[in-house]
T-cell receptor, first 116, second 116 residues
């Protein structure tokens, strides 16, 4: 039962252009969404998050959009840089303030390659 | 501030053998997580500790996996006996309850396990 899905295994983008990574979820109890970035041989690092009460959150070159009715979120990177090449994981949490605080359900990941 | 430490970084064992992984979280972080990441998939939570106590171990295969957190600091994850399907990267993460939002999980580099 894959509750968080990233249907694109990979994405290739030219430097300076926009990268758009997509994520879909099925559990309507999810109320907090996150993006993690992972380089080879390293653990995932937190990138950006969004609460379900918002539809957009921006941090520098990174913007996350949430469409609750479609159960879809996306990460936009503008402009893309070669150093952004990594695996990007979407993750979701339910009942963030309750007993499942911090429990994350991850998608399968999308490999982003930014070409110079 | 030192990050999450894990050892060993790599381990190769034969099926039916036992193996143990060690994690030292960031100092002062009360919550500790163990994740299993199979190739091509996102991390899957195995167990979550809050100080010494287990908060969630619903996805831990308890017939072969065990985990403990000594004195609310270091943690060990053990597999006995190992199966071929246990080949994966085992990630340890920690977080502080004082940080805002469930996104604030800091991951270690992981232990890559290969079961032959």
């Amino acid at each position: 039962d894959q509750q968080v899905k990233q249907n694109s295994p990979s994405l290739s983008v030219q430097e300076g252009r926009i990268s758009i990574l997509n994520c879909d979820y099925t559990n309507s109890m999810f109320d907090y969404f996150l993006w993690y970035k992972k380089y080879p041989a390293e653990g995932p690092t937190f990138l950006i998050s969004i609460s379900s009460i918002k539809d957009k959150n921006e941090d520098g070159r990174f913007t996350v959009f949430l469409n609750k009715s479609a159960k879809h979120l996306s990460l936009h990177i503008v402009p893309s840089q070669p150093g952004d090449s990594a695996v990007y994981f979407c993750a979701a949490s339910a009942d963030a303030g309750g007993t499942s605080y911090g429990k994350l359900t991850f998608g399968q990941g999308t490999i982003l390659t930014v070409h110079p | 501030e030192a990050g999450v430490a894990q050892s060993p970084r790599y381990k190769i064992i034969e099926k039916r053998q036992s193996v143990a992984f060690w994690c030292n979280p960031i100092s002062g972080h009360a919550t500790l997580y163990w994740y299993q990441q199979i190739l091509g998939q996102g991390p899957k939570l195995l167990i979550q500790f809050q100080n010494n106590g287990v908060v969630d171990d619903s996805q831990l295969p308890k017939d072969r996996f065990s985990a403990e957190r000594l004195k609310g600091v270091d943690s060990t994850l053990k597999i006995q006996p190992a199966k071929l399907e246990d080949s994966a990267v085992y990630l340890c993460a920690s977080s502080s309850i004082r940080l805002a939002g469930p996104g604030a999980q800091y991951f270690g580099p992981g232990t890559r396990l290969l079961v032959l």
